[in-house]
């Protein structure tokens, strides 16, 4: 589930599986294809000790099948180390996401990112809150304040403000109407 931490807004893409070497890779199983995606050459990911994120640069990811990768973190050198890290889940932050880097077929991370969103339609008037989301064939759908069913199309999304939660689109007429 998408947690808030100061300004930060954390993803979760992968939990840590185990030590892989001795110079402190990790095996990992990726929980959504966003990390693949993600600029980690310039962008930190996060683990939480003690509840607080602590930012890590991937140095090098080479992916494992068909849901894992082999991870080396900047500062993690040997297995002991690398053993502390076993079962924490790896986070992003999504408010460094474009738009265009969210893949709609990725279920439960498209859920986890978008829940609680509020949605505005055309006119900048409230529409309510993001529910849940389902990704149904060819109609991927959020549900807004646990009761109207709106589409997702890209083609209805006017803007994605990922700081401030709100996703403004097109709403089409009689749709929120009982």
Known sequence: MLRQ????????????????????????????????????????????FDGLPVPFFITSFKTKGTSGAIVKFETINDFAHSEE??????????????????EIDEDQAMAEFLIGFSVKDQDGKAAGKISDYYNYPNNPCIELNGKYLVPLNEDLIIKLDTKKRVLTMTIPAGLLEE
């Open 5 to 48: 931490v100061t300004d930060m807004d954390l993803l979760p893409v992968a939990q840590i599986v185990k030590s892989y070497d001795v110079n402190g890779e990790v095996a990992i199983r990726l929980t959504s294809g966003m990390l693949e995606d993600y600029d980690i050459k310039k962008e930190p990911v996060f683990i939480c």
């Open 85 to 102: 890290l076993v079962k924490k889940e790896i986070f992003i932050d999504a408010t460094t996401l474009n738009p265009e880097d969210i």
